[in-house]
């Protein structure tokens, strides 16, 4: 669910409405995303592609909050060489270009090194990883605040083909984990 790009004139907007319920428009950026690949697995799983996961990612969606806040984000995707791209337009304005890069992880998991670039920013967002189970997946990464290390992590759970549930996260410790956002994605037909 990407917002618009930090610093972008224009997109205020945006950033304001996602910071009005409280939450970082990187993450909101970034659950969008994930929770949208989420909603596809299934029909995409191929244990010999590791890209089958991601190319169902292309789309139109309604993000809406558990505030009932509501945004329209569309997916253009490509496979690249050694990578998967996914551009996302938000509200109708183009916003990032994520990238994905399979690497190895947990048996039975696919697993990916991800990298967002907001094109209102000068430098990209550092590299996290994206875990695959089945049905949930999981957006992980860590920050310094304070001069302290904070875990992150996006949960999306899906139920069915078009519907997805997601849960943004913050932790201290990597263990006890407190909600800071949470709603559910649906794709536009």
């Known amino acids: 669910m990407f917002v618009g790009g930090r610093d972008k004139p224009g997109h205020d907007v945006f950033k304001n409405r996602i910071m009005k319920i409280g939450v970082d428009p990187r993450s909101v950026r970034i659950a969008a995303l ?94 996290t990883r994206l875990i695959i189970e089945g049905s949930h997946w999981s957006f992980e990464s860590t920050a310094i605040e304070d001069g302290k290390t904070v875990y992150h992590r996006t949960i999306n759970d899906f139920d069915g083909a078009n519907h997805i549930r997601f849960a943004q996260q913050r932790s201290a410790d990597a263990k006890t984990w407190e909600t800071i956002s949470e709603g559910e994605e649906v794709r536009i037909r």
Do not use: M
Request: with cysteine; proline share 7%; net charge negative.
């Open 34 to 127: 994930f929770g949208a690949l989420a909603v596809l697995a299934p029909a995409a799983a191929a244990a010999s592609d590791p890209y089958a996961p991601l190319k169902l990612y292309e789309g139109r969606w309604t993000l809406t909050f558990s505030s009932g806040e509501k945004l329209f984000v569309t997916n253009h995707c490509a496979r690249l060489a050694k990578a998967y791209a996914c551009e996302q337009v938000v509200e109708g304005s183009a916003s990032d270009l994520v990238v994905f890069v399979p690497v190895d992880g947990p048996a039975g998991a696919d697993t990916y090194k991800t990298i967002a670039l907001a094109y209102a920013s000068q430098t990209p967002g550092p590299w």
